[in-house]
């Protein structure tokens, strides 16, 4: 009986002793939830302060920004429609400025193609693209008649496992697949602005993507290369039609997992920090260039990155991260900025101010950065959710 007694006893311990690997707290779980706290909290100072704007924003109109994943079936297909009616209208920009546009599809790659050097590894970087997605949705929304917001990428929820991600499924719903698979490929030199380059290893596809709306026959590319080799016709701004290729690559993927994020996010006390850490110090592996990198295919060349379609789901969740990160202190970080006008500041020139103008070529005439800087304020408005 004593010894049943001692037992009964020790069995508390033993329990715990025996749980403890178990109920040790998964850190990439902390992270997500960590990552939902603050995306509430910016949400919540976002909603507080629009009410008393003259704007025209308010809590009716804002747009809101789901997740891929958090879209219906059918707001998914709305989107792609509305990509698809873009590629399918005639270009604006010039043949004699651009002579490979074919579509107005290609006026925003040609914008990116020209403006590269500029905003890029420099302070530009956060507001031309902010404005850049913004300018893009504006036209789904009001050349091809999609009623919805621009969805993103979130990369915490498929950093695990790409291919297995809705997004990547190839379903009609998806935004396309990885590429066909190439084997023996060495790596690939990407060359960035800045004079820096950077060796990319092979992926699991590397060929024309295989299945979805954006599959060979489906999709054209018909700028660049301009950051690979060898570059296309007439240093990549000539008609080089081709299909989109895809090499999607854990390699690179496993840089946005959550816990990655959330310490951009508490990390970074003002944003030349998470500029610089976006990008890990300058074209290493940071969330923006491995987000380029895990996608592979024509995303590893910089210059005209924007002619896969995802590129524009991973811009608007890199937009995410800074927009929850000034909710944080919309006060003291709406208006902060880092970094010269031009990429790894070659050549020199002068640290950007809420009055540098960024132009956007046919696509808008050209924005001071304060204009940019709130997404809620002047020309913008919208949020994530």
Avoid at 17 to 31: L, Y
Avoid at 146 to 160: E, H, I, L, N, V
Avoid at 247 to 264: A, M, Q
């Amino acid at each position: 009986m004593r010894l049943l007694a001692l037992l009964a006893g020790a069995l508390p311990l033993l329990t715990l002793i025996s749980a403890a690997p178990e109920s040790r707290p998964d850190p990439e779980a902390v992270a997500a939830r960590r990552i939902d706290k603050l995306q509430r909290q910016y949400q919540t100072h976002i909603l507080d302060t629009i009410k008393p704007r003259t704007t025209g924003c308010t809590t009716k109109t804002i747009l809101r920004r789901k997740e891929w994943h958090d879209l219906s079936r059918r707001e998914r297909l709305a989107y792609i429609a509305a990509v698809r009616c873009l590629a399918a209208l005639p270009a604006r920009t010039p043949r004699s400025a651009v002579p490979g546009v074919r579509s107005r599809y290609d006026d925003f790659v040609a914008a990116h193609l020209a403006l590269t050097p500029l905003v890029h590894f420099s302070g530009r970087f956060l507001p031309f693209h902010r404005q850049y997605v913004h300018l893009y949705e504006r036209a789904l929304r009001a050349e091809c008649g999609y009623r919805g917001a621009q969805p993103y990428w979130d990369w915490t929820r498929s950093w695990r496992d790409l291919r297995g991600a809705g997004v990547f499924s190839g379903a009609p719903w998806s935004m396309g697949s990885d590429g066909v698979s190439v084997a023996g490929r060495e790596p690939t030199v990407v060359q960035l602005p800045g004079g820096l380059a950077i060796a990319i290893p092979p992926g699991t596809g590397g060929g024309c993507v295989e299945r979805g709306p954006f599959r060979e026959g489906r999709f054209e590319v018909h700028l660049g290369p301009v950051g690979l080799s060898p570059q296309g016709p007439e240093g990549g701004l000539g008609f080089n039609p081709r299909c989109l290729t895809r090499d999607l690559n854990l390699f690179f993927s496993g840089d946005g997992r959550p816990s990655n994020v959330s310490r951009l996010l508490d990390g970074c006390a003002d944003v030349g920090c998470l500029n610089v850490q976006m990008d890990g110090a300058v074209g290493a592996r940071g969330v923006h260039t491995s987000g380029h990198f895990s996608i592979g295919g024509v995303e590893l060349d910089v210059f005209v990155s924007p002619s896969d379609p995802m590129f524009w789901l991973h811009h608007a969740q890199i937009d995410r991260v800074w927009s929850i990160w000034q909710g944080q202190d919309l006060e003291g970080r709406t208006n902060q900025l880092w970094g010269t006008e031009t990429a790894a500041n070659v050549p020199p020139s002068p640290n950007v101010t809420l009055e540098t103008p960024i132009g956007f070529g046919v696509l808008a005439g050209p924005v001071p950065i304060g204009d940019i800087v709130s997404t809620v304020d002047k020309d913008l408005c919208y949020i994530y959710v």
